[in-house]
């Protein structure tokens, strides 16, 4: 069964065909991050209407010479406007070639970029779905049935490190600069804070430790004025942030895939990239920790083109009517799409 799949909650517009679950025929990202760079953020307008002018040419391109059975395309949660231009290009699609619809949530699409890096693997595993939105641990007992276990009671993990990225000066998104940037410094040189939330042993806080650098680098200011960047050690900031973060993610994630007694994990979602976060759980899980290569770990299509295989195989086909929401929970079966 070969899948037309469309991505477009957030600052990426992507088109993938994907062929029974677990291969890529073909796909493409154009990202907008340019666009919103200029404001430190995305900004929801401008991404809906970038959307809206990639889509149409992106899709004619990567569907082109594949024959489609069935289009899918992620429809919670996210950016509402950008949501409802990718799924409303799907439904027109899916009208005009007769086709089925099928919807997908977000963070199971993030899930299934491990089904395409590794053919032989299959649920049950713990899954940690870190990105720039979300922070969530969820005990995966099948391709369409999991449980949030764990996960952030404030910042996500990639905005604590975008935001410290904009305090640093490394521009927007900064995540992937901080980590370069923390590659020549000394880990544990700043003694960042690694917040415990109190009798939730599998949830993380990250608002803390932001602070915390945002309140140094603002000390600095305060006491060398303009020269601050020359009296401060920034590879070592960025290395000891970094450590922090990584430490909270590994410990939770390790102790949740204990606690709930699952053998595999899988790592994904665009904070996955990070290299000390995926060295720090190869090294407590060994071959146990599954994380799909840095190309499908930010948002892509062919994450939701994978997902929607299975979600296909439970029923889970949709009216023309579908919606699309800001917000809804993984567990759950969204509205219109597996029953
Ligand atoms: O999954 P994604 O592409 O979009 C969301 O659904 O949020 O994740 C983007 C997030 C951003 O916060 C970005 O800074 C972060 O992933 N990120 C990284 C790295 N590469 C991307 N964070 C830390 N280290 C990296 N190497
Ligand atoms: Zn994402």
Known sequence: MNILAFETSCDETAVAVVRDGRTVLSGAVLSQTDLHALYGGVVPEIASRSHLEA???????????????????????????????????????????????IPVHHIR?????????????????????VSGGHTLLLAVSGYTEMEVVGGTRDDAAGEAFDKAARVLGLGYPGGAALSRLAGGGDPN?????????????????????????????????????????????????????????????????????????????????????????????????????HIPPVYLCGDNAAMIGSQAFYEAGKGGFAPLSQNAYATFPPGRGLPGGVP
């Open 55 to 101: 889509i149409t040419p992106l899709a004619a391109k990567v569907a082109a010479g594949h024959a489609i059975d069935a289009v899918a395309a992620t429809a919670a949660p996210g950016l509402i406007g950008a949501l409802l231009v990718g799924l409303n290009f799907a439904k027109g699609y899916a009208m005009a070639a007769g086709l089925p619809l």
């Open 109 to 129: 699409g993030h899930i299934a970029a491990a089904y395409l890096a590794e053919p032989e693997l299959e649920p049950p595993f713990l899954a940690a779905v």
């Open 189 to 289: 040189r700043y003694p960042f804070p690694r917040a415990a939330v109190k009798d939730s042993p599998f949830d993380m806080s990250f608002s803390g430790v932001k602070t915390a650098l945002i309140n140094l680098i603002h000390n600095a200011g305060q006491l060398y004025g303009d020269d601050w960047k020359n009296q401060t050690d920034l590879p070592s900031v960025a290395a000891s942030f970094q450590n922090a973060v990584v430490s909270v993610l590994t410990d939770r994630i390790c102790a949740a895939a204990e606690a709930f007694r699952f053998q595999n994990v899988v790592l994904a979602g665009g904070v996955a990239a990070n290299q000390a976060l995926r060295d720090s759980l190869r090294e407590r899980l060994g071959e146990n920790i």
